[in-house]
Each structure stands twice: as structure tokens, then as C-alpha cells.
């Protein structure tokens, strides 16, 4: 969740009036001198949007237009708008505080991006608009960019977030977790050959300290440790259509929406190899639901009721970053949480909440459909436009 005031929470609980607002500020992407910001009112007119997704590299993207008439937005080399140039998105809202007089709009930051597309339009009867895109800061080691000019190694035994600085070149501001004690060095030679992006090596080296990595709202490149067990967070926010006296506003906040079993993604039989090489296996572990098996007769979803559906962790090949039974055990743990769970997919469509992250924990109530559990945020837009926030929430729970 982006941290935000009480008057904040206060202000969208209780106003039957909310106005909001964007802010973007333009920098030098070099020396990161700002070089203009553009704040504006969000009304019917608007145009924008910025998505978020926990499944990409590139967390956040975004899309706006600007109106055009003065010509100040027109885009090309040495104008305010160039490839040159990164942007600092914020969205708000003002607030019934005043300071000197005047209401405080108080901003949340939605991002630090990278501009990758610009358009202009123009035509004899409508204004002017410039169309600028942007993705956040994984787009330097992503796609064609980033990429290693030599074949690289990182040896054993080296310090995994010295060595995601030096690969991440580009980069000066860093949020790291404490990385769980035995996975702090590397535990085996790794190499890149010439021409792969270095984001790939980013991500092998987060992945063998047990870490996602993202850039987070404001712009730092973030080292998290896994999670995979979400059962004892509380949501931040409830979503219901089902109206009391203690929920009387939330139920403004929620339009409705879907709920999806994906039976797809579950697996009665997780096998995990590691090993030093992709041939040879040095360690083996695995888990089946048999209804053979005294712990599991019966079991509703054992192979016998259901099927055999079998999970390999990396393809079916040792996995490099596994050589001893502890780290086997992790990452089967790991899976088991996962895969050997029931996966229930919601899309709801709510009031904007700026304030939402990936991995942030909702509850949504609704009479109609039989919900009423909590939710993993999982991908979400924040629109620039006063239209309803789409939100995607997974629902893990597991059967062992």
C-alpha cells in the first residue's frame, strides 16, 4: 500500500465530492534536473491511464495526453519531450485541510518512468494533443536495451545485492529486504553470454536469493523476499454490495465484478531437482496427493479423484540454484503453497484507490456472486480519467 494520510482515508470515506488530480513532472533523465510539471484537474476530457501488472519485468506503464494549443508539448530532439527525458507520475486528490486558506491536494506517487512513445494530433477542427507513453525503469535492461557487451560471470560465494548493483549500471537508488540467512551469496558460478539483457541476470540472482525485484512508486529498483502465504495479513480495504450501517461508504466503492475458479493452475504432484548441471540431479524431492497414501486417503483432490496433474519446478531440469536438501525443501515449500492450492480469480471494477499495490490484500463481499474471502492484488489500472479503477485479486488456498 503507498502510504498516504489519515485525512486521505478520511476524505474518500466520508466526501460525497472527491475531487482528484494529476501531476507530472518532468526531469532530465541524465542529471535529473526538473524541468517543468504539469498539474491539472482530472475531469471528463482527460485522457490517461496507468497500468500495473505483478505478472511483467516492467511493473508500470502509462499513456497520457496533453492538451497541445500553446505547442509547448510538441515532442522532438532538444523540446521538453524527447526519448531523453523521464517522468515522475502523481495522483491526488484535494482535501478538506486547509493551509493559508487554500484546500491541500495531497499526491500519491505513482511511478517513475522512462519515455519510450510520443504522437501528436492535430487536425482543423479539435485542439491540438500530444500522446506520451512511458515505462518504468526495468525498460533500461529490457527488450533492446541493457544488453551485455561481453559474456559475463558472477563467481561463487559473491554478495548477490552487490552484484544486482553492478549489473543494474544505469541505476543509484536501491530498497533491498534483509535477505534470508543462506541465501546471501551466490552458490555457484553464474554466466551471460554477450547480447543477453542484463534485466535476465538481475532476476537470476533475485531468484537465487529467494527475492522478486521490481522498481517500486518511487523509482527505487526493489529487492522483496518471496511471499507465498498471505493468510495471516489483514486487508486494507473492504469491498461490498451489501449495505449496513458500518459499511455505508464502502459500498459506493464497488461496481461489481467476476469470480473464476483456475482448476488450471493446480497440481496434485510437485517434483523439484537440483544440481549443479542441467543433466545430473543431486538432490530430488517430491509431494503427491495418493489416495494410496495413509495421509492423504480420501483426499478430495488426490490423482485418483481428479487426475494426475504433475508440476516439474524448472521444466523438469536440477535447478542450479539448488544443491542441498534445505534449499530443495524451501523452494518445495515454496510450490506446494502455490501450486498445490486452489487458485480463485476476481475482477472487480471499484472507485479509484490510488493507493493500491501489487500484493496489497482486499476483501470484496458480494451477495451475488458468494464472495466474501480475501484477495491478493494481483494486476490493477489507475485511470487519469473519472472513469472505475479495474482490479484483478487471486484467492490462494491451500489443500495440504
Known sequence: MIAHSSDYRNHILTSP????????DLYDSLDNKLLDSIEDEINKDSIGTINVSGDSDIRRTFSFAFNNISGKYTWGAGNLLWTDKKVKVYKGIQL?????????IEYLPQGEFLLTNLKGNSNINDIPVTIVEGKDKAHYYTGKNGKFETATNVATGTDIKAAIKTIANRETKFLFDNIDAGFELTRRNMDWDAGENRWTAIKDLADMANCDIYYDVNGYLRLKVKKSDWSQD????EFTNEVTEDNKYNVNYYAGGYRELKLNEFYNHIIVLGGSTDEIATVRLEEKIDDTLPEYENNPYSIQKIGHRIYFHNGGNPDPNILTVPEAQWRMDFEKNKRMAITEEIGINIFPLDFLEIGDVIKATDVKNGTSEN??????????IPVLMPVIGEKITKVI
Not at 17 to 24: S, V
Request: net charge positive; proline share 6%.
Open 17 to 24: 465530492h472527491i475531487k482528484t488530480y494529476i501531476r507530472i
Open 375 to 384: 484477495y491478493i492484488v494481483r494486476n490493477f489500472s489507475v485511470p487519469g
Open 234 to 237: 489483514s486487508p486494507i480495504w
Open 96 to 104: 478538506n485541510v486547509k493551509v493559508n486558506g487554500e484546500r491541500v
